[in-house]
Nanobody, 123 residues
Framework: QVQLVESGGGLVQAGGSLRLSCAAS????????MGWFRQAPGKERAFVAT????????YYADSVKGRFTISRDNAKNTVSLQMNSLKPEDTAVYYC????????????????WGQGTQVTVSS
């Protein structure tokens, strides 16, 4: 398994941007599909975006499509989430996750998780 550490969260005004990063340990990072999920207070963890091991396949939740972009750098063992045009409803703890095989949108299919980073969007 890989170990994951997120960074880049913070407080931003509506309409602003943030870039989240996730650093992964291990030499097999390039064999994992990666995902970003988020969890708002009182809500279940929700899918945000996922990317395949070769970065050729990406999927997004409808709520973030056109505003968020997931990318990865296998040479640096990192995956990023560029978030633009942020809205107050994007406020949540954002988690990076890894899984073997193809990209998926279901949290239970991911075997490794980071500790999360808080994103707060003020109106």
């Amino acid at each position: 398994q890989v170990q994951l550490v997120e960074s880049g969260g913070g407080l931003v005004q509506a309409g602003g941007s943030l870039r989240l990063s996730c650093a992964a340990s291990g030499r097999t990072f390039s064999t994992y599909s990666m995902g970003w999920f988020r969890q708002a207070p009182g809500k279940e963890r929700a899918f945000v975006a996922t990317i395949g091991w070769s970065a050729g396949t990406t999927y997004y939740a409808d709520s973030v499509k056109g505003r968020f972009t997931i990318s990865r750098d296998n040479a640096k063992n990192t995956v990023s989430l560029q978030m633009n045009s942020l809205k107050p409803e994007d406020t949540a703890v954002y988690y990076c996750a890894a899984k073997r095989g193809g990209p998926r949108m279901v949290p239970t299919e991911f075997s490794s998780w980071g500790q999360g980073t808080q994103v707060t969007v003020s109106s």
